[in-house]
Protein backbone atom coordinates (compact mmCIF):
# COMPACT_ATOMS: atom_id res chain seq x y z
CA UNK A 1 0.00 0.00 0.00
CA UNK A 2 1.38 3.23 -0.87
CA UNK A 3 2.85 5.35 1.63
CA UNK A 4 0.09 8.41 0.81
CA UNK A 5 -2.85 5.94 2.67
CA UNK A 6 -3.62 5.62 6.58
CA UNK A 7 -4.56 2.82 7.67
CA UNK A 8 -6.67 2.25 10.73
CA UNK A 9 -8.44 -0.40 13.05
CA UNK A 10 -10.79 1.59 14.54
CA UNK A 11 -9.72 4.71 16.12
CA UNK A 12 -6.12 3.28 16.21
CA UNK A 13 -3.65 4.22 13.58
CA UNK A 14 -1.29 1.81 12.14
CA UNK A 15 2.09 3.25 12.30
CA UNK A 16 4.16 1.08 11.00
CA UNK A 17 2.50 -1.03 7.69
CA UNK A 18 5.87 -2.25 6.34
CA UNK A 19 5.20 -6.01 7.15
CA UNK A 20 1.63 -5.81 5.89
CA UNK A 21 0.73 -8.09 2.71
CA UNK A 22 -1.66 -7.07 0.43
CA UNK A 23 -3.94 -8.75 -1.60
CA UNK A 24 -7.25 -7.78 -3.81
CA UNK A 25 -9.73 -10.16 -3.41
CA UNK A 26 -12.70 -11.30 -5.79
CA UNK A 27 -14.92 -14.57 -5.60
CA UNK A 28 -13.49 -15.58 -9.02
CA UNK A 29 -10.50 -13.81 -10.33
CA UNK A 30 -10.27 -12.38 -13.71
CA UNK A 31 -6.30 -11.02 -13.52
CA UNK A 32 -3.41 -12.59 -11.09
CA UNK A 33 -2.43 -9.23 -10.50
CA UNK A 34 -3.71 -5.39 -10.79
CA UNK A 35 -0.92 -2.99 -9.81
CA UNK A 36 1.64 -5.16 -8.76
CA UNK A 37 -1.07 -6.53 -6.23
CA UNK A 38 -1.52 -10.29 -5.74
CA UNK A 39 -5.39 -10.95 -6.84
CA UNK A 40 -6.56 -14.01 -4.93
CA UNK A 41 -10.15 -15.73 -4.66
CA UNK A 42 -12.40 -14.71 -1.31
CA UNK A 43 -12.24 -18.71 -0.27
CA UNK A 44 -8.14 -18.72 -1.03
CA UNK A 45 -8.19 -15.48 1.39
CA UNK A 46 -10.15 -16.92 3.97
CA UNK A 47 -7.34 -19.79 4.05
CA UNK A 48 -4.09 -18.10 4.49
CA UNK A 49 -2.28 -18.72 7.47
CA UNK A 50 -2.55 -16.01 9.49
CA UNK A 51 -3.02 -14.33 12.84
CA UNK A 52 -4.40 -11.69 11.22
CA UNK A 53 -6.56 -10.59 8.57
CA UNK A 54 -8.06 -7.47 7.67
CA UNK A 55 -10.12 -5.76 4.95
CA UNK A 56 -11.94 -3.02 3.32
CA UNK A 57 -14.53 -3.43 0.15
CA UNK A 58 -13.46 -0.78 -2.17
CA UNK A 59 -17.47 -1.80 -3.77
CA UNK A 60 -19.40 1.20 -4.70
CA UNK A 61 -23.35 -0.45 -4.61
CA UNK A 62 -24.07 -0.42 -0.98
CA UNK A 63 -26.18 -3.64 -0.55
CA UNK A 64 -23.67 -5.74 -2.23
CA UNK A 65 -20.18 -4.15 0.07
CA UNK A 66 -22.42 -4.53 3.34
CA UNK A 67 -23.09 -8.36 2.09
CA UNK A 68 -18.98 -8.67 1.58
CA UNK A 69 -18.43 -6.98 4.58
CA UNK A 70 -20.67 -8.81 6.94
CA UNK A 71 -19.62 -12.08 5.35
CA UNK A 72 -15.94 -11.32 6.20
CA UNK A 73 -16.57 -10.22 9.59
CA UNK A 74 -18.54 -13.81 10.34
CA UNK A 75 -15.75 -15.51 9.12
CA UNK A 76 -13.36 -13.48 11.41
CA UNK A 77 -12.06 -10.82 9.12
CA UNK A 78 -11.50 -7.43 10.90
CA UNK A 79 -12.32 -4.66 9.44
CA UNK A 80 -9.83 -1.54 8.55
CA UNK A 81 -9.85 1.78 7.10
CA UNK A 82 -7.97 3.81 4.71
CA UNK A 83 -7.71 7.14 4.40
CA UNK A 84 -5.91 9.30 1.94
CA UNK A 85 -2.90 11.33 3.45
CA UNK A 86 -4.69 14.58 2.53
CA UNK A 87 -8.32 13.90 3.35
CA UNK A 88 -9.43 15.90 6.15
CA UNK A 89 -11.70 14.32 9.09
CA UNK A 90 -12.03 17.45 11.86
CA UNK A 91 -11.15 16.09 15.64
CA UNK A 92 -14.89 17.05 16.62
CA UNK A 93 -16.01 14.45 13.93
CA UNK A 94 -15.97 10.41 13.79
CA UNK A 95 -16.23 7.71 10.76
CA UNK A 96 -17.29 4.47 11.68
CA UNK A 97 -14.63 1.11 10.61
CA UNK A 98 -14.08 -0.06 7.07
CA UNK A 99 -14.33 3.44 5.64
CA UNK A 100 -12.61 4.15 2.54
CA UNK A 101 -11.58 8.52 2.58
CA UNK A 102 -10.21 8.81 -1.33
CA UNK A 103 -7.95 12.40 -1.75
CA UNK A 104 -9.12 15.65 -1.34
CA UNK A 105 -12.21 14.73 0.72
CA UNK A 106 -12.92 16.71 4.17
CA UNK A 107 -15.51 15.67 6.58
CA UNK A 108 -15.78 19.15 8.45
CA UNK A 109 -16.82 19.49 12.26
CA UNK A 110 -19.30 17.84 14.68
CA UNK A 111 -20.72 14.94 12.32
CA UNK A 112 -20.85 11.39 12.55
CA UNK A 113 -21.00 8.68 10.18
CA UNK A 114 -21.55 5.15 10.30
CA UNK A 115 -19.16 1.92 9.26
CA UNK A 116 -18.10 1.48 5.52
CA UNK A 117 -18.64 4.50 4.42
CA UNK A 118 -17.04 5.44 1.02
CA UNK A 119 -16.21 9.91 0.69
CA UNK A 120 -14.78 9.54 -2.95
CA UNK A 121 -12.34 12.81 -4.29
CA UNK A 122 -13.13 16.05 -3.83
CA UNK A 123 -16.33 15.19 -1.58
CA UNK A 124 -17.09 17.12 1.43
CA UNK A 125 -19.42 16.40 4.38
CA UNK A 126 -20.10 19.40 6.19
CA UNK A 127 -21.25 20.12 9.59
CA UNK A 128 -23.52 18.57 11.95
CA UNK A 129 -24.36 15.73 9.81
CA UNK A 130 -25.29 11.96 10.39
CA UNK A 131 -24.69 9.46 8.29
CA UNK A 132 -25.70 5.83 8.57
CA UNK A 133 -23.66 2.86 7.24
CA UNK A 134 -22.88 1.57 3.84
CA UNK A 135 -23.40 5.20 1.93
CA UNK A 136 -21.59 6.09 -1.32
CA UNK A 137 -20.26 9.44 -1.95
CA UNK A 138 -19.75 9.58 -5.83
CA UNK A 139 -16.76 12.29 -7.12
CA UNK A 140 -17.83 15.78 -6.11
CA UNK A 141 -20.56 15.35 -4.15
CA UNK A 142 -21.44 18.41 -1.81
CA UNK A 143 -23.25 17.65 1.18
CA UNK A 144 -24.07 20.45 3.42
CA UNK A 145 -24.48 20.69 7.03
CA UNK A 146 -27.53 19.50 9.00
CA UNK A 147 -28.09 16.87 6.69
CA UNK A 148 -29.02 13.37 8.00
CA UNK A 149 -28.70 10.13 5.40
CA UNK A 150 -29.72 6.79 6.37
CA UNK A 151 -28.15 3.65 5.54
CA UNK A 152 -27.63 2.03 1.76
CA UNK A 153 -27.63 5.40 -0.13
CA UNK A 154 -25.72 5.80 -3.02
CA UNK A 155 -25.48 9.52 -4.32
CA UNK A 156 -23.72 10.20 -7.76
CA UNK A 157 -21.17 12.18 -9.18
CA UNK A 158 -21.63 15.83 -8.48
CA UNK A 159 -24.60 16.07 -6.62
CA UNK A 160 -25.47 18.84 -4.24
CA UNK A 161 -27.19 18.46 -1.10
CA UNK A 162 -28.49 22.05 0.05
CA UNK A 163 -28.15 22.40 4.09
CA UNK A 164 -31.08 21.42 6.51
CA UNK A 165 -31.10 23.30 10.52
CA UNK A 166 -30.35 22.43 13.74
CA UNK A 167 -34.46 21.49 14.22
CA UNK A 168 -35.29 20.76 10.87
CA UNK A 169 -32.67 18.72 9.04
CA UNK A 170 -32.52 17.64 5.41
CA UNK A 171 -33.46 14.10 5.35
CA UNK A 172 -32.67 11.19 2.94
CA UNK A 173 -33.76 7.93 3.50
CA UNK A 174 -32.13 4.86 4.16
CA UNK A 175 -31.80 3.36 0.38
CA UNK A 176 -32.37 5.75 -1.74
CA UNK A 177 -30.52 6.47 -5.07
CA UNK A 178 -29.66 9.75 -5.99
CA UNK A 179 -28.52 10.67 -9.79
CA UNK A 180 -25.33 12.08 -10.51
CA UNK A 181 -25.70 16.10 -10.76
CA UNK A 182 -28.62 16.34 -8.73
CA UNK A 183 -29.50 19.54 -6.34
CA UNK A 184 -31.15 17.86 -3.30
CA UNK A 185 -33.58 20.93 -2.11
CA UNK A 186 -35.91 18.57 0.36
CA UNK A 187 -36.05 15.43 2.45
CA UNK A 188 -36.13 12.17 0.29
CA UNK A 189 -38.73 9.42 1.65
CA UNK A 190 -36.72 5.96 2.23
CA UNK A 191 -35.96 3.84 -1.22
CA UNK A 192 -36.47 6.52 -3.69
CA UNK A 193 -34.31 7.25 -6.94
CA UNK A 194 -34.25 10.76 -7.33
CA UNK A 195 -32.61 12.93 -10.12
CA UNK A 196 -33.13 16.90 -11.72
CA UNK A 197 -32.31 20.11 -10.09
CA UNK A 198 -34.26 20.38 -8.03
CA UNK A 199 -34.27 16.47 -7.36
CA UNK A 200 -37.86 15.13 -7.67
CA UNK A 201 -38.64 11.00 -6.85
CA UNK A 202 -38.77 9.45 -10.44
CA UNK A 203 -39.61 6.10 -8.86
CA UNK A 204 -39.71 4.11 -5.55
CA UNK A 205 -37.08 1.14 -5.23
CA UNK A 206 -37.60 -2.70 -4.14
Given at each position: ?110 SNIGDFFHLNIFSYVAHDC ?14 SGNVIIGDNVFIGTGAIIR ?44
Amino acid sequence: MPEIYKLRIGNQEIADSRNIKYYFVEDKPSKNVINQVTVISTDDFLKLDSGNKYFTTAVGEPSSREKISKYLLRNGVRAISIQQSNSIVYESSSVGQGSILCSNSIVTANSNIGDFFHLNIFSYVAHDCIIGNYVTFSPQVSCSGNVIIGDNVFIGTGAIIRPGTTTNPLVIGSGSVIGMGSVITKSIPDKSLVYGNPAKVVKKLD
